[in-house]
């Protein structure tokens, strides 16, 4: 080799360590930097849609008009109430110890329950008591209400970590007088889910439940990674649960079948960020994302996907095809693609984001997020 090869050699060796050094480092970054959103300390949050809940019949609302954790089954948080200050206090219930989660409203009362296990049955009203029962388990968790029972959820004492591995209570009660409808030995911390006649909760066996609504009767159940202590959430067939492994699960609500997983930011040496937040869905947002003009090409490519083979080459030239095919400019092909695998319409280049996903995923998620079953 002549002196000037050699010197050719040695330099792009270096330039192409320092170029994985650089991309190494950014990586490890990434994945063990504290993410942080900083925001106003005068301003809580910057508007950019109008918060809007879903309608709900006003005969329903005026019976039960705060009936879960959330407001809603998608747990959106968002009040279609006239609620505006100034507030002025009506009534005070001293729950004698730490309220952990918010109550819920309906049928003339507020049920809550504080961590000790007392469960609270209040007139709205007036802050009186309706009832009131004492159970020897601990309350990390909101009530909810449906077809005039309240379902409550316990987990083991002591209060502040209880044992693995032993019972603890799903229950089902009246509104009207408390008394016990059904329970379950099931050691929960998550807000039940009520959707039609059943009942979803997570458990620290690392199981989601689904019980009959008038029975609590097991209709199905399902492992996941690690112990659920986040509430669920559904929309459009879907329940969706977070777990202490870092991990969400997408399963069908009549049969359990897990649809999708998809794993949160990882710190490496501490392993992944668990979930303790319950999801908020917004099925419109998808709807907006993926405009009906783009749905027929994606649809295409998830059946193209199916054989296509899976390098970023590949991909990038079928989205531009199949943009083509529909009389569509790329990146309405790309955008919406980005947002049914993503969740997001801004990602790195997309026929690499799709490379590294992998062909399985890829096609779950678009299969999902387009109604192809």
Not at 38 to 48: D, I, K, Q
Not at 242 to 252: H, K, M, Q, R, V
Not at 259 to 283: H, I, M, N
Not at 298 to 303: G, M, N
Request: glycine share 8%.
């Amino acid at each position: 080799m002549t002196r000037r090869r050699w010197v050719i050699t040695l330099v792009s060796t270096a330039v192409a360590l320092a170029a994985a050094a650089i991309a190494g480092g950014w990586w490890y970054q990434e994945q063990t930097a504290a993410k942080e959103v900083r925001g106003s300390s005068t301003v809580e949050f910057v508007p950019r849609e109008k918060p809007q809940a879903k309608p709900r019949p006003k005969k329903i609302v005026d019976e039960v008009p705060w009936p879960t954790f959330g407001y809603d089954n998608q747990r959106t948080h968002l009040s279609p109430f006239n609620h505006r200050p100034p507030y002025r206090q009506l009534w005070l219930l001293r729950a004698r110890w730490l309220v952990e989660f918010p109550p819920v409203a309906g049928y003339g009362k507020v049920f809550v329950s504080q961590l000790r296990g007392v469960f609270y049955a209040v007139d709205a009203k007036t802050g009186e008591w309706h009832w009131r029962r004492k159970f020897d388990y601990c309350s990390a968790s909101s009530p909810a209400l449906a077809r005039g029972l309240v379902i409550a959820t316990f987990i083991p004492q002591p209060c502040t970590k209880g044992p693995r591995g032993v019972p603890g209570l799903v229950i089902a009660m009246r509104q009207s007088d408390g008394r016990t409808v059904w329970k379950a030995p099931i050691p929960s911390e998550t807000s039940p889910l009520v959707v039609g006649g059943r009942v979803y909760v997570g458990s620290w066996d690392r199981r989601i439940y689904a019980l009959g609504l008038g029975t609590g009767k097991v209709l199905w159940s399902v492992r996941l990674d690690e112990e659920v202590n986040a509430s669920g959430a559904y929309a459009d067939g879907t329940v969706y649960f977070g777990d202490n492994s870092g991990t969400i699960t997408a399963l069908d609500a009549r049969s359990g079948t897990v649809r999708w997983k998809a794993q949160s930011f990882s710190r490496l040496r501490s392993g992944r960020e668990y979930f303790y937040a319950t999801p908020t869905l917004d099925p419109d947002k998808l709807a907006e994302q993926v405009p009906a003009a783009s749905r027929g090409a994606l649809a295409e490519l998830h059946v193209e996907f199916a054989s296509l083979p899976w390098t970023r080459e590949s991909l990038g030239a079928a989205l531009k095809a199949a943009a083509a095919r529909h009389g569509l400019k790329p990146p309405q092909i790309m955008m919406p693609l980005r947002y049914v695998v993503a969740g997001t319409p801004s990602t790195p280049a997309i026929d690499a984001v799709l490379a590294l996903l992998g062909r399985d995923t890829t096609r779950a998620r678009m299969a999902h997020g387009l109604g192809l079953r």
